[in-house]
C-alpha cells in the first residue's frame, strides 16, 4: 500500500493517525491517508506565515512561471493521477483525465491573469492611486466531488495574488491530492503550498485557526454556515461556493432531441454529483411527454459500474454517508407513490455504492426530491404551463447557484435567463465554466466569486496610497 504524506513547509510528513479512504466501486479500503494533528496544522500554518514575505514580494511574472511548471508536472502524470482519481472517487477514467487536465489548464489560466494598478480622479496637487495586495494566510477545503480541479480553483488565484496556502482535500478523497503534493514539493518555495489532510476535526481547526486569514470553502450549504460562523470570531475573509437545487428550464419551442441529450447528461455527469447539475428540469407541457421520452432514452443508454472499467460512463456515489442519503430520498419518493420514468428501485445487488439511475415524473412542489439537492443519480421531470409560472416555481428555492434555458428563440431564452434568481445561467448549453468568468452564488449557494478577475480579487485587499504633490 503506498505511503501517503502531507506537505509541510516543503517536507513530506506522515502522521500517528491514519484514515481510510475507501473505493467506492468495491467498497473496499484503498489506501490510508495521514490525520493531521493540531500540532502539525499549527506547523503548516506557521510555515505558510514564514514564507508570505517573501512570496508576496516575488514578481507576479515569477509566481506565474511556477504556476505554469506546477501545471506542466500535472500534465505529465496525467494517466498516473487519472487512475488514482478513478480509483478514490469512482468517476470514469475519462472524467477523471479531464478533471486532472482541468486542474492543471486552470493553474496555467489564472496565472496569465494580472490585476491592474487604478488612478483615481482627485483634486489638483494630490495623487491617488490603488493597488490589490495579498490577504495572507489562505486555509482552503476543497469537496469530494472533483477534488483535483476544485482544488486548482482555490490554489490557483491564492498562489498567483501572492498569498501562502494550507489545502484540504476532503477525507474522502484525499489520495490525488496527496500525490500532486508530492509531486510539487520542490516547485514553490517552502511554506507556500502546504497540503494536509484529516478527518472531522481538521476543518473547523482550520476555521478557526487565528493564523489564518482568509477561508475558501466549497461544499454544502449547511456546513458553509459553520464555516462562515466559526471565521467571523476573528473577522476572516471567506469565500464560500456552495449547495445547489439548479432549474433547467425547457421552452415549448426547445429542440427536443438536442436539450434531451444535452440535460441527461447534464443531470447525471458523474452520477448526479454536480453542484452545478440540472437537479430540477421543467418542461413546457406542450412538448413534456416528446421530452419525457427522449431523456429517458438517454439515460437508459448510460454504462453504469466501475469507473476503472472500459466504457463505463457513470460510476458509484462517492461515499456511503451520500450513499444512503440519496436511499432515504428513493425510499421517500417510494413511499410518497410518486411515478419513475425510469430507476426507483434498489436490487442490493453488487459491492460499492451504486444506485439506479432515476427518474421522476412530475412530483409536486413540495416534495423533498423538488425541495432537496440530491446530489446524487435521481432528477425529477416537472410540467408547468406558462414562463411567469415557471419563473415563480423555479426562484422559490433557497438556492441561486446556476441554472439553463433551453429554447429556440434566443431573445426570450435571453428574457428568461434575466429572471433568475442564479448566478449563471446557460442558454441552450450547460456545465460551462472557465478559469476567466466569474462564478457566483446567490443566496445560499455562497458568498463572494471565484473564478475570472473578480474571483482573483476575492485573494486580493485594495490598498489605496495618496500624496500630496509639490507645488508647481
Known sequence: MADYRMLINGELVGSGARLDVINPATGEVLAQAPDCSREQLDAAVAAA?????????????????????????????????????????GKCHDEAFFE?????????????????????????????RTVHVPIGVVGAISPWNFPVLLSMWKVAPALAAGNTLVLKPSPFTPLTILRIAELLKDVFPAGVLNVVTGGDNLGPWMTSHPGMDKISFTGSTATGKKVMESASRDLKRVTLELGGNDAAIVLK??????????????????????????KRIYVADEIYDDFAEAFVAEVESYVVGDGAEQGVQLGPIQNKRQYERVRDLLADC??????????????????????????????????????????????????????????ERANASEFGLAGSVWGADLDIAEQVAMKLETGTVWINEIHQVSPFEPFAGHKQSGMGVENGLAGLLEYTLPKTITRALPAG
Open 253 to 278: 419551442d426547445a429542440d427536443i432531441a438536442t436539450s434531451a441529450k444535452a440535460l441527461a447528461w447534464g443531470a447525471f455527469r458523474n452520477t448526479g454529483q454536480v453542484c452545478i447539475n440540472a
Open 334 to 391: 417510494r413511499a410518497n407513490g410518486y411515478s419513475f420514468l425510469t430507476g426507483g428501485e434498489e436490487t442490493g445487488e453488487g459491492p460499492g455504492y451504486f444506485l439506479p439511475l432515476t427518474v421522476v415524473d412530475n412530483p409536486p412542489d413540495e416534495s423533498r426530491i423538488v425541495r432537496e439537492e440530491p446530489f446524487g443519480p435521481v432528477v425529477p421531470l416537472l410540467r408547468y404551463n406558462s414562463v411567469d409560472e415557471v419563473l
Open 100 to 128: 486532472v487536465m482541468g486542474g492543471a489548464g486552470w493553474l496555467q489560466a489564472v496565472a496569465s491573469l494580472d490585476i491592474a494598478e487604478q488612478m483615481n480622479p482627485t483634486e489638483p496637487g494630490r495623487s491617488s
Open 49 to 89: 506565515q514564514a514564507a508570505f514575505p517573501a512570496w508576496r514580494d516575488t514578481p507576479h511574472a515569477e509566481r506565474a512561471a511556477k504556476l505554469g511548471e506546477a501545471a506542466g508536472i500535472i500534465q505529465a502524470h496525467g494517466e498516473e493521477l487519472k487512475s488514482l482519481l478513478t480509483a478514490e472517487q
